[in-house]
């Protein structure tokens, strides 16, 4: 079906490689088609905004950077917060409201964060995190470290005049980040042709003369070699970069999202690229898993959603004192005495 894509890859991937992304792949997709489900019997309440159709990105942009990296994102944020390390069971919990998830039950779907995993959110401000992403470049650089920060944004975060005050600092000041745009071509009903006259949004980078390039985000393999080249350029010290990452959303831009604004057909269409079955072809090309092995793939990946059900309905919600805990940092200011 899809795999024209896959073999024209230039470089060659492992069958470790493959089958760890594939799993991952999966376990996002599987994950988030289990919290529809959750959400319709009101398991999970509030805001629900899936990531499926743009798991490549995510994965493939994790596997070119480092565990201690940063990486900052939107409030489509359940496949980076599990790619970044963060245990399923805890943000299922997160996702119930439970004091087990990774933010203590109390920022829900749209603000997952783990400090241990270098994951700063999941942010619901349209566009926040991208001057969020320069400032954590800034003090990577201010304190002499060689990590970058991946910082993601939406297709309609890049109309916020936030972003141009960011690039032009970033590339003032040469910080360590690697700015990434999700093109998903909507921004909730509002496609891209309808919001600006430049709908290649790589070329945003050019006012500032940042490096910046468009990419397939439907093929893992093109993200992963896309952002490892861009990080190497940021690592040696050379500032910012920007790549558009092509893809698509299947699902509403939220869970109460009638979708109107698009046809069946257009969607149908994006399925045909599906990141998950474009690797499977590559995987089965080369002889990497058979029936048998994509078989227990899948029983891995379904065992692990249901033990995160499991441990999220076992979790308490947070106790009513929990209301007033980590809404101030304390003691963890070094330039802040007594
Ligand atoms: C500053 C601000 N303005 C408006 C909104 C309402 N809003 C929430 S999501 C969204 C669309 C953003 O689309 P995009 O950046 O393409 O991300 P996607 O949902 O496609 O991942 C809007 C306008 C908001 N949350 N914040
Ligand atoms: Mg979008």
């Given at each position: 079906m899809a795999n024209k894509t896959a073999t024209k890859t230039k470089a060659e991937y492992s069958k470790e490689l493959c089958l760890h992304w594939y799993e991952e792949m999966l376990l996002q997709r599987k994950f988030e088609e289990k919290c529809k489900q959750l959400y319709g019997q009101q398991k999970i309440n509030g805001f629900l905004h899936l990531y499926i159709g743009q798991e490549a990105i995510s994965s493939g942009i994790e596997s070119a950077i480092r565990k201690d990296d940063y990486v900052i994102t939107a409030y489509r944020d359940h496949g980076n917060a599990i790619v970044r390390g963060i245990h399923p069971n805890e943000v299922m919990a997160e996702l119930f409201g439970k004091?087990?998830?990774?933010?203590r039950g109390k920022g829900g779907s749209m603000h997952m964060f783990s400090k241990e995993h270098n994951f700063l959110g999941g942010h619901g401000?349209?566009?926040?995190?991208i001057p969020l992403g320069a400032g954590v470049g800034f003090a990577i650089k201010y304190r002499g470290e060689d990590n970058v920060c991946v910082a993601m944004m939406g297709d309609g975060a890049v109309r916020q005049g936030a972003l141009h005050e960011a690039f032009n600092l970033a590339m003032t000041w040469k910080l360590p980040v690697l700015f990434v745009c999700?093109?998903?071509?909507?921004?909730m009903g509002t496609s891209v042709e309808r919001t600006?006259?430049?709908?290649?949004?790589?070329?945003?980078?050019s006012a500032y003369e940042m490096p910046s390039k468009a990419v397939d985000g439907m093929n893992i393999m093109t993200v992963y070699e896309e952002t490892k080249a861009a990080v190497e350029h940021i690592r040696s010290g050379k500032g910012p970069v920007f790549l558009e990452m092509k893809t698509y959303r299947y699902?509403?831009?939220?869970?109460?999202?009638?979708?109107?604004?698009?046809?069946k057909d257009e969607v149908d269409e994006f399925k045909e690229k599906d990141p998950i079955l474009i690797l499977k072809s590559y995987i089965m090309e080369n002889g990497f898993a058979d029936d048998a092995a994509f078989d227990a793939i899948d029983e891995r990946v379904k065992t692990a959603v249901q033990a995160s059900v499991d441990f999220a309905e076992a979790s308490p919600y947070?106790?009513?004192?929990?209301?007033?805990?980590?809404?101030y940092v304390e003691n963890d200011y070094p330039f802040i005495k007594d």
């Open positions: 004091n087990t998830g990774c933010s401000i349209v566009g926040g995190q999700e093109n998903n071509m909507y921004a600006s006259n430049v709908t290649d949004i790589y070329k945003l980078g699902q509403g831009h939220s869970i109460s999202d009638p979708g109107k604004y698009r046809t947070p106790a009513p004192h929990e209301l007033y805990e980590d809404v």
